[in-house]
């Protein structure tokens, strides 16, 4: 089986996404094209890679994920291919590759297909199609190109630590308006060591001071706190629109105090 992911900020009202998905089964009519979301934001790379990091382990080893977003490389950049995981990703020297955390790559190769004049405004139909579909049909990496020794690179936002304090940031609000912030299960217990603590959302006007198993667990339309499936602390109003009612974005502040016992 030939997976080959694809995301994008296109949205699913042009031709952009029939266009690729053609080109690939075109070259390869025995690929599963899965879309893994066409709703990011023009640009937000990310917002893409956020979208990214957290579903492609769900998918079989040696699957292609094509990340179209931001695609047109700026002057002197370059379309990339790199494998990590054993999961192999296409996308523009953009900073997407550092984005989806860690581990590094095990090889980031600048792809020897580059956008010509006739080629810059589709890079995904005219250049990562193809590379997909030779990725998943069993060419390697390393005949794809040469090494890229530079290329952008950038991490994601960290949560911050002082003293008995952890402050982090939404980086991302779901379909349901709960926003999600890059505050970790593994961090919020290593640093509170079981004490009290107090979860302070934007100001001291929100507070809570309890994590849910379940949703279920606060009445509707109630603040609540509950770590996601992806192990990131997530602030949700029960059946409600928490982002929307408390102007959260992706720069807002949610910080943590513990209590010494």
Known sequence: MHIITLTS?????????????????SRCPEATIIDISHRIRPFNTAQAAFVVRNSFHRFPEGSVHIIAVSTEPGKGGQLLAARKNNHFFLCADNGLLGLLGDPEPDLVVALKEQPADRQASFVSLNIFAGA?????????????????????RQVPLRAAIENNTITGSVIYIDSYSNAITNISKELFERVGRGQAFQIFVQSKHYMINRINQHYHETPPGELLAIFNSAGLLEIAIRNGNAASLLKLNTSSSIRIEFKEN
């Open 9 to 25: 900020d296109w949205t699913e009202h042009d031709y952009y996404v029939a266009s690729v998905k053609g080109s690939i089964l």
């Open 132 to 152: 997909a579909c030779a990725l998943a049909t069993g060419k390697s990496l390393e005949e794809m190109g040469e090494p890229a020794g530079q290329y952008e």
